[in-house]
């Protein structure tokens, strides 16, 4: 059935099974995301206090950028435990991702197990080990033989800077997988995402595959990477932990 949409105060959206944060500061054309949180952090903050008290079993969901740390800054900020405090995370750039091999391949995209990792913004990556086509390694596939990997993992983690050059900032893309995140999240569908969600092994907040349903993230998959992987994973837990330490 279609629902109602109509406007509320911030204590009626506290008491709301899933909060959705879109509210942020833009980003300029070339700007590094993480420029945005001195400006965000105060957006974030005004906003959690505006929603007390939160209903405590309520969901947070954030898109604003740099989601990792404003994603970290709301669970401090409002009180909830951790698994209820989400961002969208790498979800975005991992479906550019299996679109861009899906061109490549020949193969539908949604049968291209393949993820953007680590921070959304300039330190992600791609899970190249862990990929996997039709069960099989994705780098087996005959047409990735030979593919300069590290230009599409560049290509895919600065698309965003394009269609903010091209239109001022991105829109649609990133509405609907809002929307698929919160459909998950109201209907405790357990599906796994590459959401921004607190990775206890790491310490910190960053984009990992979980699985996430009406309590909020479920589980935490511990996603095996080579060498090469763990080492721009560690790039990118450093640098969201130096930026969250700054807001604690």
């Known amino acids: 059935m279609p629902g109602t949409c109509r406007q509320a105060s911030f204590q009626e959206a506290g008491q709301a099974d899933v909060i959705i944060i879109t509210a942020g500061a833009r980003q300029k054309p070339n700007e590094p995301r993480s420029n945005l949180i001195d400006r965000n952090y105060t957006i974030i903050k005004s906003i959690m206090d505006s929603l007390q008290p939160i209903k405590s079993t309520s969901k ?12 970290h800054i709301a669970q401090t900020t409002s009180g909830l435990p951790r698994a209820q405090v989400i961002g969208s995370g790498t979800y975005l750039d ?12 020949g193969v539908s995209p949604t049968s291209i197990h393949a993820y953007m990792l680590g921070e959304h913004g300039d330190n992600q990556f ?114 969201i932990k130096e930026v969250c330490a700054k807001y604690n």
């Open 60 to 71: 947070i969901l954030l898109i604003s950028n740099p989601v990792d740390v404003l994603t």
């Open 126 to 239: 791609t899970g190249w080990s862990s990929a996997r086509i039709g069960g099989l390694p994705l780098l087996d596939h005959p047409k990735l033989k030979g593919m300069d990997l590290e230009s599409i993992n560049q290509k895919i983690a600065h698309k965003a800077y394009e269609i903010i050059e091209a239109k001022g900032s991105t829109y649609y893309g990133i509405g609907m997988c809002a929307a698929i995140i919160a459909e998950a999240l109201l209907n405790n569908t357990s599906q796994v995402f590459p959401l921004t969600h607190y990775v206890e092994g790491l310490g910190c907040y960053m984009s990992w595959p979980a699985a996430i349903g009406s309590s909020g993230v479920e589980q935490s998959f511990d996603v095996k990477l080579d060498a090469a992987e763990t080492k721009k994973l560690e790039v990118a837990v450093k640098a």
């Open 94 to 105: 991992s479906g550019r991702l299996r679109n861009a091999l899906s061109d490549i391949t």
